[in-house]
C-alpha cells in the first residue's frame, strides 16, 4: 500500500500545483486590471509595459505574503 499512497500524493501535489498556477495567473490579470484602472483615474497614461511591471509586482508580492506562512507549520500540542 505504499506505493499507491506515494502515487496519491504525487497526484494531489501535481493538482495542487496546478490550481496554484491558475490562481497566480488569474491574480495578475486581476491586478493588471486594477493598476490600468487607477493610472487611469489618477490621469496618467502608462505604456503597456509598465502597467503589466506593475501588476506583476504587486501580485508577486501578494503571492509570497499569502504563502510564508506555509514553509513553518505550527506544531500540535
Known amino acids: 500500500m505504499g506505493i499507491l ?8 501535489a501535481l493538482v495542487a500545483g496546478f490550481v496554484m498556477l491558475a490562481f497566480a495567473i488569474l491574480s495578475l490579470f486581476i491586478t493588471v486590471f486594477v493598476v ?13 509595459g509598465f502597467v503589466v511591471l ?6 508577486g508580492t501578494a503571492i509570497l505574503a499569502g504563502g510564508v506562512g506555509f514553509a513553518n507549520p ?4
Not at 490600468?36 to 503597456?48: F, M, T, W, Y
Not at 506593475?54 to 501580485?59: F, K, P, R, S, Y
Open 5 to 12: 499512497d506515494a502515487f496519491g500524493s504525487l497526484a494531489s
Open 74 to 77: 505550527e506544531t500540535q500540542t
Open 36 to 48: 490600468d484602472v487607477a493610472a487611469s483615474i489618477a490621469g496618467l497614461s502608462p505604456d503597456d
Open 54 to 59: 506593475g501588476a506583476t509586482v504587486l501580485a
